[in-house]
């Protein structure tokens, strides 16, 4: 049985850099082990990896609580920010939990860890993911499942699996190559390098990257901006988007049709486009 906590207490809540506000938590959330905070914002969900005295490492039941958050978000919520208290976003697995665990009991590990960011991946609301310091093994595995990526330049990335004589669990091996290639992956793994927030903005690894201290201004900003779409739009880009880029071209067109169909027959679309053809919509603007 996990040690939960509710999340509809105030708590002491630090802006992942050690500063520290007062955060009314929202009983809307489900229950979460005490390494997850999570805070309302509008309609934008919160959720703080809180075990800065472990790097945010990634126990069996932080994993468990991610998976039930995103899982169950509270409506009205329309996008959600990841963010790490403390020097890091995570520090990775926490491997003093793979001692005495045998072979089929990792198979049956990974698979959870499979589950719990699928939650995120293809959950009901777009991600942000906001980086800083150390972005290690699975943590750098979590960071992927989101959408959108934020990097603040103390962040750095390590897939140390190989000089500790294991392998990535929590899907890095399918999510992470789209984003850098499988030679870069190669390369971390193999030798140990760690790349740098400019190192891995430059090679596509993150969206946005932002001085030390904004990232979480910049994920909010962003994650507005997002909650502001069309809801159907939004699904459609996490949902469908991935698997048509996955799909055979003839498949991808036909997919394409029938979700641009779709969304043009909702009709927040119809109100939408009426809206910008009366020059009462916004315009396209330089960011």
Do not use: C
């Not at 990974?110 to 150390?134: C, D, N, Q």
């Not at 962040?155 to 990535?168: D, H, K, M, Q, T």
């Not at 899907?171 to 740098?196: H, N």
């Amino acid at each position: 049985m996990l040690d939960l906590l509710p999340v509809d207490i105030p708590a002491i809540q630090p802006d992942g850099h050690g500063n520290v506000t007062q955060v009314k938590m929202s009983s809307d959330f489900p229950t979460l082990p005490p390494s997850l905070r999570a805070e309302r914002r509008g309609d934008i969900a919160v959720l703080w990896l809180s075990r800065a005295e472990k790097r945010n490492a990634l126990d069996d039941p932080t994993v468990a609580g991610l998976a039930q958050f995103f899982s169950a978000l509270p409506d009205g919520i329309r996008a959600a920010v990841i963010a790490g208290e403390g020097e890091h976003f995570s520090a990775g697995l926490d491997l003093t939990e793979l001692v005495g665990r045998d072979t089929f009991a990792g198979v049956l590990h990974s698979e959870a860890w499979h589950r719990a960011f699928e939650h995120i991946e293809f959950g009901a609301v777009p991600v942000v993911a906001v980086l800083h310091g150390g972005v290690i093994g699975g943590g750098l595995e979590l960071a992927a499942a989101a959408h959108i990526r934020v990097a603040e330049r103390s962040a750095y990335y390590a897939l140390p699996e190989g000089s500790r004589g294991i392998f990535v669990g929590g899907g890095g091996s399918v999510r992470l190559p789209p984003l850098i290639g499988a030679s870069r992956m190669i390369d971390m793994m193999l030798t140990g390098r760690t790349l740098s927030a400019e190192e891995g903005q430059a090679i596509g690894l993150t969206h946005y990257l932002v001085e030390d201290g904004q990232g979480l201004s910049k994920g909010l900003e962003l994650a507005e901006r997002i909650a502001a779409n069309a809801p159907f739009t939004n699904y459609a880009v996490m949902h469908l988007l991935p698997r048509i880029a996955r799909s055979d071209p003839a498949a991808g067109f036909v997919t394409e049709a029938l979700t641009a169909a779709i969304a043009q027959g909702e009709d927040e679309a119809k109100a939408r486009l009426k809206a910008f053809l009366e020059k009462r919509g916004p315009k396209v603007a330089p960011s």
